[in-house]
């Protein structure tokens, strides 16, 4: 296992993470498609993360409605030292008004609840789950900052945020002396780039730690999905109840996996690992979470640290996926050689 820095952090992490999504949620409606894993399974998917190399461990206070957090904290009750664990926080927790969101009220409560099903005094890396419209980021920036004095906290970070909203952050941050995000979770695999126009940039621009979430595009890039919808496999988009997220363009989606399959076949591996392997092979990925039902999905996902792609395989990728520049982006291409002849 490879390890990247946290941002302008010094600590090391794992460039493969663990995702806690899949721990819990028996009954839930939407988390008992995602895995529904008990404390058992729970304890052996841990275990073998981190056998393998993984120090950097994924969750959030809404998945199975806080179960997730109470078997992470059960599996890593020896073991808390040998992880940096992060969880987040926005998602209703509760069915009251204030059981949701950045205000300050809502984020102190939450993170002692977190505190408590993880079983531990603090939390390495506490991220704020998504944009928030109505609670100005001085507030929740503020009560982040009291939770990072009172130890409670180690670092902060966000999910899910627009490149300009993450700047806006930062500049509060430096305004008010306040501490700053270190890292940004977001969305992106090989038929997901949306990210590589703004968020990324910014993200490098900021040195900030990208960590990657759904890197197979929600079991799409599983490639158990045909062109005709059906599956020739256990997949939660098409599971009874499941969710078709994130959103794919399925006629795109299944070019993308035309060529990883080639690539696949190439280095005698399997279609996931190829995909996981191509984003730890981008230069502002700074971890990968994986998640899985099974420690045989597991240990496959976990493989893909080892798979070096050669040129051809990252230029095929490439082509076959890349999304035409977006307004200004296309039109910055255009002028930069007026400024730099190299361009």
Known sequence: MKYRLLGPTGVWVSELSLGAMTFGGTNHPVYSTLGALGREDTDRMV?????????????????SDGESEELLGHALRHRRDDVVLATKVYAPTGP?????GWSR???????????????????????????????PFEEVLAALDDAVHQGKVRYIGCANLAAWQISKALGVSALRNLNRFVSVQAYYSLVGRDVERDLLPMAQAENLAVTVWSPLAGGFLTGKISRDGASTGPSRRTAEGGQDFPPVDRERGHEVLD???????R????????????????????????GARTTDQLT??????????????????????????AYPNWIHEMFAPVRNPNA
Request: no cysteine; net charge negative; glycine share 6%.
């Open 259 to 265: 060529v990883l399959r080639t690539v696949a076949g």
């Open 105 to 135: 009220l809502h984020v102190t409560r939450a993170l002692d609840a977190s505190l408590r099903r993880l079983g531990t005094d603090h939390i390495d890396l506490y991220q704020l789950h998504n944009i928030d419209p109505v609670t």
């Open 300 to 325: 496959d996902n976990i493989a893909a640290s080892g798979l070096t792609l050669s040129e051809q395989d990252l230029a095929e990728l490439d082509a076959v996926s890349r999304q035409a520049p």
């Open 47 to 63: 275990g073998t993360a981190l056998e393998a190399g993984i120090n950097f461990i994924d969750t959030a206070d809404v998945y």
């Open 267 to 290: 280095h005698g591996v399997s279609i996931p690992r190829v995909a996981i392997a191509w984003l730890l092979a981008q230069p502002a990925v700074t971890s990968v979470i994986v």
């Open 96 to 100: 009251g008004p204030n059981d949701v």
